[in-house]
């Protein structure tokens, strides 16, 4: 069985074939939606759910709630997707990036406090891989600042969980907004879609539901896209490296990949195209059929990837380990000075790998970092992580096997850097 670190990473063979229904039938799903707001609000009852079709569009309704102006500042770690800082720019806003700690891959919080000015309007804390960053303590450093300033001009924080779904634990006890994502490399998926909760004493919520009234519901059509996902990856996943075409030294899934991306039915959920403003719309019937499946066994598949991080921090060399307060990590990040010959190395083994985030700003190119107001040189400890990060697999199809098989080739042919 072959590893796609980034695709599909939860989905199994009922997925497949609940896709398949949702296409098949657009009475299957009705009432989804529903149930998912239901269960989402006994989960979080402390706060007011609403949920999107892009986690980027429920992030953009969140800073036009807290009426972002264009002299405004949002303070925003690089070793970040373009998703988290495209909204900022749509807004008209300006990202102030804060570098992050080595062995967290998380916000410095003594260099965010050093970077709060008066144009400081909103700070977006995310844990990196799953790996949790300190809230509280963000929140004194803020709760000081705010205790001076006028209502309208207080600093939000944006607690950005798009890398975890946790069940042991709540998180949102020191943030003013929590941003969950459901896209397609997540750890709950369901092709696109997020969930924004707010606290029901916020003084952002009535700006925010009245925006969220005005958010678009997707066509039908719009909506099946994400069954269909589905249902092509896991076609490409079948065929990537089981059948290849005489010749071309091409295999029947990279063609399907790229016949599939030519006829735009799959598209890359990141790039420099999400920088240009896009509208907001709500979470499908079908997006919601999709997700609730996959919440049904949310336990299982945390702790499946705590059981495969258990083992990479008990097989790996120490100076391969990483230290996380979180074990049920969406990937299993390292650092290393022979990046390309390892991933050759696990290709070799069917076993495709991540680099989450290969630049500050992933996946833009560094040539095109300056679209995103981001100076070279400016945060030197992630501009060193980019350069040597490695993301292990903890899908759902990582079998303890597998596991031992990527832990021998880090410890055998990795470079300490």
């Given at each position: 069985?072959?590893?796609?670190?980034?695709?599909?990473?939860?989905n199994?063979?009922?997925?497949?074939?609940?896709?398949?229904?949702?296409?098949k039938?657009e009475?299957?799903?009705?009432g989804?939606?529903?149930?998912l707001?239901?269960?989402?609000?006994?989960?979080?009852?402390?706060?007011?759910?609403?949920?999107?079709?892009?986690?980027?569009?429920?992030?953009?309704?969140?800073?036009?709630?807290?009426?972002?102006?264009?002299?405004?500042?949002?303070?925003?770690?690089?070793?970040?997707?373009?998703?988290?800082?495209?909204?900022?720019?749509?807004?008209?806003?300006?990202?102030?990036?804060?570098?992050?700690?080595?062995?967290?891959?998380?916000?410095?919080?003594?260099?965010?406090?050093e970077?709060?000015?008066?144009?400081?309007?909103?700070?977006?804390?995310?844990?990196?891989f799953?790996?949790?960053?300190?809230?509280?303590k963000?929140?004194?450093i803020?709760?000081?600042?705010?205790?001076?300033?006028s209502?309208d001009?207080?600093?939000?924080?944006?607690?950005?969980?798009?890398?975890?779904?946790?069940?042991?634990?709540?998180?949102?006890q020191?943030s003013?907004?929590?941003?969950?994502?459901?896209?397609?490399?997540?750890?709950?998926s369901?092709?696109?879609?997020?969930?924004?909760?707010?606290p029901?004493?916020?003084?952002?919520?009535?700006?925010?539901?009245?925006?969220?009234?005005?958010?678009?519901?997707?066509?039908?059509?719009?909506?099946?896209?994400?069954a269909?996902?589905i249902i092509?990856?896991?076609?490409?996943?079948?065929?990537?490296y089981?059948?290849?075409?005489?010749f071309l030294?091409?295999?029947?899934?990279?063609?399907?990949?790229?016949?599939?991306?030519?006829?735009?039915?799959?598209?890359?959920?990141?790039?420099?195209i999400?920088?240009?403003?896009?509208?907001?719309f709500?979470?499908?019937?079908?997006?919601?059929?999709?997700?609730?499946?996959?919440?049904?066994?949310?336990?299982?598949?945390?702790?499946?990837?705590?059981?495969?991080?258990e083992?990479?921090?008990?097989?790996?060399?120490?100076?391969?380990?990483?230290?996380?307060?979180?074990?049920?990590?969406?990937r299993?990040?390292?650092?290393?000075?022979?990046?390309?010959?390892?991933?050759?190395?696990?290709?070799?083994?069917?076993?495709?790998?991540g680099?989450?985030?290969?630049?500050?700003?992933?996946?833009?190119?560094?040539?095109?970092?300056?679209?995103?107001?981001?100076?070279?040189?400016?945060?030197p400890?992630?501009?060193?992580?980019?350069?040597?990060?490695?993301?292990?697999?903890?899908n759902?199809?990582v079998?303890?096997?597998?596991?031992?098989?990527?832990?021998?080739?880090?410890?055998?042919?990795a470079?300490?850097?």
């Amino acid at each position: 069985m072959s590893i796609f670190i980034g695709s599909l990473p939860n989905n199994n063979e009922d997925d497949r074939l609940l896709a398949k229904d949702v296409v098949k039938d657009e009475n299957f799903s009705k009432g989804s939606l529903k149930k998912l707001e239901s269960y989402f609000q006994n989960e979080y009852s402390r706060h007011e759910i609403f949920l999107f079709n892009k986690g980027r569009e429920g992030l953009f309704t969140i800073l036009k709630s807290i009426n972002i102006e264009s002299s405004d500042e949002i303070i925003v770690q690089p070793f970040t997707c373009i998703a988290v800082v495209a909204p900022i720019l749509w807004v008209k806003a300006k990202p102030v990036y804060v570098d992050i700690e080595l062995g967290t891959f998380n916000i410095d919080l003594e260099k965010l406090k050093e970077s709060i000015t008066d144009s400081t309007r909103a700070i977006i804390l995310q844990h990196t891989f799953g790996n949790l960053v300190d809230v509280s303590k963000a929140r004194e450093i803020v709760k000081e600042i705010n205790s001076k300033r006028s209502k309208d001009r207080k600093i939000v924080i944006i607690e950005d969980c798009a890398h975890f779904y946790p069940t042991q634990f709540k998180v949102g006890q020191y943030s003013d907004f929590l941003l969950f994502s459901f896209a397609q490399d997540k750890a709950l998926s369901c092709t696109q879609g997020a969930m924004i909760a707010i606290p029901k004493n916020s003084i952002y919520l009535s700006k925010f539901n009245t925006l969220y009234k005005e958010v678009r519901e997707l066509s039908t059509k719009e909506a099946k896209y994400n069954a269909r996902y589905i249902i092509l990856w896991s076609l490409i996943k079948k065929y990537y490296y089981s059948i290849n075409i005489p010749f071309l030294h091409f295999s029947l899934g990279k063609l399907l990949l790229m016949i599939f991306r030519i006829l735009n039915l799959i598209k890359k959920q990141a790039s420099i195209i999400s920088l240009n403003p896009e509208e907001a719309f709500k979470m499908s019937d079908i997006q919601a059929t999709l997700l609730l499946a996959q919440i049904d066994r949310i336990e299982s598949l945390n702790e499946h990837r705590e059981h495969i991080t258990e083992l990479y921090l008990q097989g790996l060399k120490e100076e391969f380990r990483f230290q996380t307060n979180n074990h049920s990590l969406l990937r299993y990040p390292l650092l290393i000075g022979n990046r390309d010959q390892i991933k050759k190395e696990l290709k070799k083994e069917k076993i495709i790998i991540g680099s989450w985030y290969a630049t500050p700003v992933f996946p833009l190119l560094e040539s095109q970092l300056e679209l995103a107001e981001y100076v070279k040189g400016s945060c030197p400890i992630a501009e060193h992580c980019c350069k040597n990060i490695i993301n292990l697999p903890t899908n759902i199809e990582v079998t303890d096997e597998m596991a031992r098989k990527i832990i021998w080739i880090i410890n055998s042919k990795a470079i300490k850097i």
